[in-house]
Each structure stands twice: as structure tokens, then as C-alpha cells.
């Protein structure tokens, strides 16, 4: 996934095009006047000084973006702050402190960490791979908000699938319709992606089929993985033919000038016309969780092949018809999901019923047509924000409506302050890994799989519930961490919990 967000971070370098990224401007010195605790003022005084005179000029000839509704005039000085705790995704370039003026008001956001225990600090953003309880910001100070940015597997922190975990989060963007600022789709470029005619038409496939090519494709090669996908796939292997390239389940040599694109997500012609020659593709996704919906499931579509799917159980949901994908958990058993496959695969009418949705005509999702027509973020595309300045974005105006409404409250305590909003299980909320085939107590002890995932699941659930003791007693050293798991276990012993 590094690679989408390698693709979309250009846009933020396109100051020239300022109008296309909503952000930039001249930073002033921060100097943090409502800051109640003296010692903090004097230490943090100097943090905002511009790294050069040059940088301060550049800055102070860019002029900035307002989104249409910004009416903020207020001053950098004025304005709250939004910290990045994650540095290495900061979406600005250069330096390491910007000005944002979104759709309704505007923000200064910083991935400079001196700023943490600022009043004017109203939130901190993190990226969820990157997260770890043992180095969270504490003591958590009860006017910032935290903010959660995860598009990636939920295999890389399942610290967030669990309640105690994401709970400690008030905004998130995730791949979960529930989330505050979703991104579902984000694999997804647009509907034309979809509705691109077919590459190998089915007369040249049955061709293809009838020289020896199989029927299904598998290109895997992740294989350690929470979904276990591999399970599954050896036991289908058993029932029907397979070509699986890839480091996983390999029984196929790739050409020789396409073995750098085995992994490939992008979009390189020689791998795409490879790989569009089978009537099948296995799409497993690497974990398994409502929503999370990758390039293996859309890449197949685009391409006109049939997608054989396990990943998000929901995934019918975003599907063009109801008819465009073989879902795995449909079927009893992999036999009987092999049969099936062989059924399609000697009757051209029914497999390629499975591609009527290529004529736009028959596309009724509402759900799918109405997120891709709404999202304000886009996908490889310049003329749209990306979703890290998005979600940015998002958080801005949200900080903004919470601090006026606490404003107007201390004003005239008539009026009712916003209530407060905390992230839930629907954020995220992945279920405990399970074997890919078969049962977890038959699997033997020494089984990799077994030895890993579950454990790590059940692990970061100690940890959120210690990060979230550590919080619950304003402690300030995330190190404690470790103890607090401990007590809580220990307690949990004597039956106190
Ligand atoms: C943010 O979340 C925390 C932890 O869940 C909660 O205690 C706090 O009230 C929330 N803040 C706001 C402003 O909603
Ligand atoms: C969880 O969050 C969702 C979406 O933000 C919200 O609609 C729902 O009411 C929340 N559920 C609970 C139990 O608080
Ligand atoms: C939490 O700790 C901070 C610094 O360690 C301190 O300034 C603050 O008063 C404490 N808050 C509470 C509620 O004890």
C-alpha cells in the first residue's frame, strides 16, 4: 500500500497548483499566549522559529487556498493546532509546519512533537500502522482529541480492532463505512475503471484454456498471513487447476520479463495482459474484516475476469451487480466451490453473466454509484485532494465546531456544549483471525500460522487495555506500559475484574 500513498503524496507538491491542494501559507512564531503552565511557555517558545530565512521567504509567497465556505480570517497565532505524531506522513512539503485553510476553517498542523503539550494543540493524528502504545503521547491531556488515519490491513495493528483500543481515538478514517471519514473505496479509481470493456475476450480465453492454461489464477506472495489464505487455496488445489505464481503455493515459473511485477500492485501492461488471460482469480485479502476491499478484488473486474473473493464479508454491499463475484464463504466446502467453478467454466453463458456489468446500463448499486460520486478525495488523481489532506481537513473543521461550541458554552452557559464523540468498535472492530480451512483445534501446536496470529490478536488487546490504564491514571511515561498489563493481569487473576 506504500505504493498508492507514494503515488497520491505528489499532489501536496504542487504548490504551484495551489488551488488543487487547500493548503500553504506563511508560518508565524507560535508562541502559545493561553498556555496556563508557565515552565511549558518557556521551553516551547522558540519551537515555531522558521528553519530559515529562506524557507520563510518561500513561505511567505505562497499564497493559500480558502475552500469556498472558509470565511477563518484569524491569525496563524490564533489558530489551533493539529500534530502529527506520525512525522514520515506528514502530507506538506517542505518543512514540517503549515497553515490549512478547509472547506469551513482553518488550522495550523505540525509533525513537530514539541508542540504535544500545547493548550493550543487541539489534536493529534496518528497513523495506525505506525501506532504503539508503548510510545503513545501521554500524560493525554483532556482538551486534545486524538485522531486515527488507517487505510491499511488490519493485520498491521490489531490494536485498533479492539473496543479498550479504539475507543481512545474520536476521529477516524478507515476502510469501515462506519468511520468519521471513510475510505472504503480507496482502492477503487472510478466507475470507468470498472466498466472498461473486457481485456481477453472469452473466445480467446476458452482458447487459452483448451493450450493448457487453467482456469484460476493465484498470485500470492505474502503468505504468512492473518486470513491464512494459502490453507484455503491448497485444499481448492486439491479439487481444481491452479497456475499460482508467486513466493506462496508456487507451481508455475513467472515469464522471465515479468519476474519483477510478480508482487506487482501497480498497473504494468506486460503483468496486467498476464494476468487478464485467466477466466478466474483467487482474491484473498491478507486479513479479513468488513470493508477492507483491496486492488485484488477491483483488479479482476477492471479487467474482466471473474473474482473468486474472501476478504470483506460485506462485500456484496460494493459489488456492481450481484452478480459479478464468486464469494468463497458461500460455499460448504472447496469442493464444492471447485465444482462450481468448472460448472462456469463449460458454460459461457453463465460465466459470462458474471460480466454484464460492463454495460453501464446494469450498475444499480446506489451504495457503490453514490460513494464514488460523493468522496471529495480521489484516487491517482491530481485534480483531487488526497485523503491525508482530507481527513486533515476533517479534523480541522470538527476542532474548530467543538471549540466555538465550547466557547459559546463558557459564554452563556445556557447553550449546550457539543457532546463528546469517541470512535467505537464499527471503526474498525476486525474479528480474531481464524484458520483459512478447517478448524482451529485441529490445527497441530507447532503450526506457524497458529503460532503467531492469534497470539498477536490476543496480545494487542493487553495492550490497549494498558494503554488505556496508563490514561485512566494520567501516568506520563508510555513505558509503564508493561506494568500495567501486568497489574491488569494479576488483578484479572484474583478474579477482580
Ligand atoms: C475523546 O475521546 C476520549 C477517550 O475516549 C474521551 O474521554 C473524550 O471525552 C473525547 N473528547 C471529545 C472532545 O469528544
Ligand atoms: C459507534 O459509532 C457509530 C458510528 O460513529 C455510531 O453510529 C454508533 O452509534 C456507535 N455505537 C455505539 C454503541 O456507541
Ligand atoms: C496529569 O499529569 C499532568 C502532568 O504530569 C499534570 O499537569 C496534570 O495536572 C495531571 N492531571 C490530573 C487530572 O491529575
Redesign the pocket.
Known amino acids: 500500500m506504500m505504493l498508492v500513498r507514494g503515488r497520491l503524496m505528489p499532489c501536496v507538491c504542487l504548490a504551484v497548483l495551489g488551488l488543487l491542494c487547500w493548503v500553504w501559507v506563511s508560518f508565524a512564531s507560535l508562541a502559545d499566549e493561553q498556555l496556563p503552565m508557565e515552565a511549558w511557555e518557556a521551553a516551547n517558545h522558540a519551537v515555531f522559529q522558521p528553519q530559515s530565512a529562506l524557507s520563510e521567504m518561500e513561505f511567505a509567497s505562497i499564497s493559500s487556498y480558502r475552500g469556498p465556505g472558509n470565511n477563518d480570517h484569524r491569525s496563524n497565532k490564533e489558530l489551533p493546532i493539529l500534530l502529527w505524531w506520525s512525522g514520515g506522513l506528514f502530507p506538506h512539503f517542505p518543512g514540517d509546519t503549515e497553515r490549512i485553510d478547509c472547506a469551513r476553517s482553518s488550522c495550523l498542523v505540525t509533525s513537530n512533537r514539541k508542540v504535544q503539550m500545547y493548550k493550543r494543540t487541539a489534536s493529534i493524528i496518528f497513523y495506525g500502522t505506525d501506532f504503539r502504545a508503548y510510545e503513545a503521547p501521554l500524560p493525554r491531556l483532556k482538551h486534545q482529541t486524538w485522531a486515527l488515519f488507517h487505510e491499511e490491513s488490519p493485520m498491521n495493528n490489531y490494536f485498533l480492532s479492539h473496543g479498550p483500543g479504539i475507543r481512545l481515538f474520536n476521529y ?1 478514517a478507515t476502510f469501515r463505512r ?3 471519514y471513510p475510505l472504503t473505496l480507496q482502492w477503487l479509481p472510478s466507475l470507468d475503471y470498472l466498466l472498461r470493456p473486457t481485456s481477453v475476450s472469452l473466445e480467446e480465453k476458452n482458447r487459452l484454456r483448451r493450450e493448457g492454461l487453467a482456469p484460476v489464477l493465484y498470485m500470492q506472495s505474502h503468505c504468512d498471513v492473518p486470513s491464512n489464505r494459502d490453507r484455503y487455496v491448497q485444499e481448492l488445489m486439491k479439487h481444481i487447476e491452479v497456475d499460482s505464481y508467486g513466493k506462496c503455493l508456487n507451481n508455475k515459473a513467472m515469464p522471465g520479463h515479468l519476474e519483477d511485477t510478480s508482487t506487482a500492485t501497480g498497473e504494468n501492461p506486460n503483468f496486467m495482459n498476464f494476468v487478464a488471460r485467466y477466466k478466474f482469480h483467487l482474491a484473498l485479502e491478507n486479513g479479513l474484516c468488513p470493508d477492507y476491499m483491496t486492488e485484488k478484488l477491483w483488479r479482476p473486474l477492471h479487467q474482466g475476469c471473474v473474482p473468486i473473493y474472501r476478504g470483506s464479508a460485506l462485500v456484496a454491499d460494493w459489488m456492481p451487480t450481484q452478480h459479478s463475484v464468486i464469494i468463497i464463504d458461500d460455499f460448504p466446502s472447496p469442493k464444492a466451490l471447485a465444482d462450481f467453478i468448472k460448472y462456469l467454466d463449460e458454460n459461457d453463458e453463465e460465466y459470462e453473466k458474471y460480466l454484464q456489468f460492463k454495460n453501464p446500463k446494469t450498475i444499480a448499486n446506489t451504495r457503490l454509484l453514490e460513494a464514488l460520486e460523493t468522496r471529495e478525495w480521489g484516487v491517482n488523481d491530481m485534480s483531487k485532494p488526497n485523503y491525508l489532506n482530507g481527513f486533515e481537513c476533517y479534523v480541522c473543521d470538527q476542532e474548530n465546531m467543538r471549540l466555538a461550541s465550547e466557547k459559546a458554552h463558557k459564554k452563556a452557559r445556557m447553550v449546550d456544549p457539543l457532546p463528546p ?7 474498525m472492530g476486525c474479528p480474531l483471525p481464524q484458520p483459512g480451512y478447517g478448524d482451529v483445534q485441529d490445527l497441530p501446536e507447532d503450526d506457524g500460522w497458529l503460532q503467531i496470529w492469534p497470539q498477536d490478536y490476543w496480545q494487542s488487546l493487553d495492550q490497549a487495555e494498558g494503554l488505556e490504564s496508563l490514561i485512566r491514571h494520567n501516568e506520563s511515561d508510555p513505558s509503564l506500559l508493561w506494568k500495567h498489563i501486568q497489574n491488569i493481569a494479576v488483578s484479572r487473576s484474583r478474579g477482580h475484574h
Do not use: G, Q
Not at 464523540?421 to 471503526?427: L, P, Q, T
Open positions: 477516524t462506519e468511520s468519521d464523540k469517541m470512535a467505537n468498535n464499527s471503526h
